[in-house]
Every structure is written in C-alpha cells, then in structure tokens.
C-alpha cells in the first residue's frame, strides 16, 4: 500500500485518548488485547486501518504487555505487509511504554529506547542510575522468594521504621504494602511472603509531589508539581479522596525543577511526556520516589489540558512520533499568572456495582471550581476492575494553594451520592 502516509503503530490504546491521534494523516494501527478492543466505541474502532489483538488476561499486571512482546513482533509484522514498515511505535501508558521501544528496537524505529524505558518501569535500576547525581533515593533493595536471609537481616537492620514493600513494576500503588519494620519484613520472608520482582525500601515521611510535564530534544518544555492532599496508596486501599493542588512557592518550585532536570539527565530521556513523584520532608529536603516516560493518571491530564491548555496525551503521542510540540516556548505552571494554584480532586467510588439514586451538593459548589465530572441520575457506576474508580470529579482554580485546599475540603463536605444495588 503506498499512498504516502506513514504506518503508526500503538501498542494499546483508550478512548480518552482518541482526540490526540490524527487518524486521518497516517495508517494508525494498533495492538491490543482482545478486551482492550471489544471495551473501544465502534466508531473510534472503525478509524484504525487495522486493530490486532493480543489474546491477553484482563487484568491489572501491568508486565503482561512486556511479556507478550515476541507475539507483538509477529502482529507488527503482519501490519508491515499490508500498510508497510512502521516510522513509528506510539506508546501511552505505563504498561505499554516499555515493549513499545523493544519493538522499535527491533524494527530499527527512533524514539525512546528499551534502556532509558525500562529505567522508566523498574524501581530498582531506576534508582541505581541516579547514584552520583546528587538526588537523594530511598534506601532499598531487590527482594524475592529467594532473597537470602542473612542480606535481607543486614537491610532490615538500617531500617529506622516502617518499610515499603512494593512490586518493581507496577503502578497507582498497585500491589504496594507498608509494613511496620523490620521484623514485620523478615516475618514475611521467614512465612514465604515475598514475591518474585519486588523491592523493599525505606518509608519517607513526608508529602508527595507528583511532577509532570513535557520534554523535547533535552529541552523541558513544560514543568507543573502537584502536593498531593491524601496519596494514591490511601485511595486505592481505603475510601480517602484523591486530590493534589499546585504549589505556589517559586523558590521551591525551582528547587522541584532542578531537581526534575538532573533525574531525566540521568535516566536518558530526551523525547517524553513523564510523570515523577517525590517526597518533601519536614527538613526541607527533596527525596526521589518514582518516574515514569508517560503522562500522569487519574484527573492529571484533564487538570493540565483544563487549567493550563496542555494537552499532555497531544504531547506524548508528538513524541512518539519524532513531530514538533506544540508547546511555543518552555514554561512552569507559575507562568501562568491568571492562576494563583490550581489541583483536581476524584471522589473515591462506590464499592460494587450501583445505580445513581441522587447526586447532591453541585449547588454548593465554590465558584473556583472550573471542571466537575459527576455521574447523573440512573446511571450504573461499578468499580470493580477499574484501577481510577471515582464517584466524582472536580478542578479547581484559585488564587493560592491555601484557598484552593480550602475549596476542596468544602467540595469534599459537601458532595454527596446516594445509590442502590444496581440491577
């Protein structure tokens, strides 16, 4: 086939993304598995030049895409006959950013590569490759069933407190458990409760920034932090809301920044959206926690596209593609001056599914509330197998971080959902 179009390949794909993608200017092909398209609207489905599916499990192990990448060779190649070699693998999401640079690897394709990805998805070589740069990591070590008890005694010794045990290659705090100490962590291995592929590491105390942004050709193009309020481990593993606000001190955002820049330096990743946690401690230090070569989860790239015009979805499928941004010049949030500080807020779900009976409190809604995304009257929510189950959304825009905490915490006192078992 040779009508001077290009043959994209994604590796995955979601509906919410649909927008980003210009279906019209390239054969964009996709491989996914087979749940992942039957979930895609007809409509969206019927605009690839081709769909291959993977027969996967539906679930949330976020390697199986990495482990089913000899079978995507064999699908990309059968795409390559009929709409010819792939200029390019597009790659948006945690699961899928990893064997998306294996197969342009494979089929001689530019753009990230399997090195700087995978120090993008396992928690273990990523922070051995910040060693001498200066950033602070958590003290940790690879663990497994395996793991000898004499080595994981001499870890579990330097432990002044709780331990974090956590799977190298997951994410949304999927699999996470935070132990008491150390004798908690070797109980658990003497009982043969340590996993193949986690990591155990040093409890922070301290809040979590998440920071996000674009970067091209070295360049960091665009740059926001975020304070999460609650963390994503409270809201998948308890009922707390979810939210994060804009910080707006400009001395510790530049510090967020400095930091962000050595980080991707060390990593190699030039041409990427990303998405970085740290922690801020009580004694003012910044601590690496964790990045990925993908843009943020949850109400992210809706609170960056809303309240900042970036389109981070835009972006990353940009860089895959080796095209310009659209970002005209590098910028932080605090160069938008209209915004004081800003943050998105999700509502944790309702167990099982359930049916709508009443949604209360809009009324009350402050008026720096800028986005809302409720579900109506009679609609069924279930949130089984969703990793972002929410009952609610909001974002909100407001003249400091303080005011813009404040607001939250009305919205969170005041948003109610009445439901009933669903039929």
């Known amino acids: 086939m040779s009508t001077g179009k290009q043959h994209v390949v994604h590796i ?22 087979r749940a992942s398209a039957a979930r895609l609207p007809a409509a969206l489905a019927s605009r690839f030049a081709r769909i291959a599916v993977l027969d996967l499990p539906d679930s949330d192990d976020l390697d199986a895409y990495d482990r089913a990448v000899d079978r995507m060779r064999e699908l990309v190649g059968e795409l390559a006959a009929e709409f010819g070699p792939p200029a390019a693998f597009v790659g948006l999401y945690e699961h899928t950013t990893l064997p998306a640079a294996r197969l342009r690897e494979h089929f001689g394709v530019p753009g990230t590569n399997a090195k700087t990805a995978l120090l993008c998805r396992d928690k273990v070589p990523m922070k051995e490759a910040l060693s001498g740069t ?12 395996d793991t000898g008890r004499a080595e994981l005694a001499e870890f579990a010794a330097g432990m002044p407190g709780r331990v974090v045990l956590k799977p190298r290659s997951q994410g949304a705090s999927i699999g996470v458990r935070i132990l008491d100490g150390a004798a908690e962590l070797l109980a658990l291995a003497e009982a043969g409760g340590i996993e193949e592929g986690y990591e155990a590491e040093e409890f922070v105390d301290g809040s979590i920034h998440h920071i996000d942004g674009v970067v091209r050709d070295g360049e960091m193009r665009w740059f926001c932090a975020s304070r999460y309020l609650d963390t994503c481990f409270d809201f998948q593993h308890g009922t707390a809301p979810l939210a994060a606000v804009t910080p707006d001190r400009p001395e510790l955002v530049a510090r967020m920044r400095e930091f962000t820049e050595t980080v991707l330096r060390a990593l190699g990743l030039t ?13 003012d230090e910044l601590v690496f926690l964790e990045i990925g070569n993908r843009f943020g989860g949850a109400g992210i790239s809706w609170h960056q596209r809303e309240v900042y015009g970036v389109d981070l979805a835009r972006e990353a499928v940009l860089a895959c593609l080796g095209r310009p941004s659209e970002l005209a010049t590098p910028a932080t949030m605090l160069d938008h001056r209209e915004v004081g500080a800003s943050g998105w807020l999700y509502m944790p779900a309702v167990s099982g ?32 197998g969703m990793i972002w189950a929410t009952s609610g959304g909001f974002l909100v825009s407001g003249d400091s971080t303080r005011a813009v905490e404040q607001d939250m915490t009305r919205i969170i006192n005041t948003y109610t959902l009445e439901t009933k078992a669903g039929d």
């Open 12 to 33: 995955g794909f979601h509906a919410s993304e649909a927008h980003a993608v210009d279906f019209d200017a390239d054969h964009v092909s996709a491989v996914m598995p």
């Open 134 to 145: 200066g950033i602070r990591v958590p003290r940790f070590l690879a663990v497994g069933p």
């Open 271 to 283: 041409d990427s959206t990303f998405h970085l946690e740290l922690f801020h401690t009580p004694d």
């Open 353 to 384: 599914a359930v049916q709508v009976v009443s949604v209360g409190g809009l009324d009350e809604l402050p008026d720096s509330v800028v986005g809302v995304r409720t579900p109506s009257v009679g609609d069924v929510l279930d949130a089984d």
